[in-house]
Nanobody, 118 residues
Framework: VQLQASGGGLVQAGGSLRLSCAAS????????MGWFRQAPGKEREFLGK??????????SDSDSVKGRFTVSRDKETNTVYLLMNSLRPEDTAVYFC??????????WGKGTLVTVSS
């Protein structure tokens, strides 16, 4: 399984960015795909995930992301998206996508850097 995240870059505070994660190497029916981030000096943080078959999403309860981030997927292109709105400087991090065939995220992409300027 390969996951390739893209779409990171520099954005001003208050702006939006959509990250993509191209998935390949498996039939993802029954899997769930997630987004995480890791800021310098901090632990990796769960953001949200989507169940591939149903499209049902689940998000972190953290006030830092609640209501601003949306996970979606395109079955035709095997791509998972993370739409981020109202970005803040504290959203600066490397963002990772991950895939779980069952309960745990067993596969990880390399990450894409998002930098939010104030």
């Amino acid at each position: 399984v390969q996951l390739q995240a893209s779409g990171g870059g520099l954005v001003q505070a208050g702006g939006s960015l959509r990250l993509s994660c191209a998935a390949s190497g498996a039939t993802f029916s029954g899997w769930h795909m997630g987004w995480f981030r890791q800021a310098p000096g901090k632990e990796r943080e769960f953001l949200g995930k989507i169940f591939w078959s149903s499209g049902v999403t689940y998000y972190s309860d953290s006030d830092s992301v609640k209501g601003r981030f949306t996970v979606s997927r395109d079955k035709e292109t095997n791509t998972v998206y993370l739409l981020m709105n109202s970005l803040r400087p504290e959203d600066t991090a490397v963002y990772f996508c991950a895939a779980a065939p069952s309960r745990t995220m067993d596969y990880w992409g390399k990450g894409t850097l998002v930098t939010v300027s104030s």
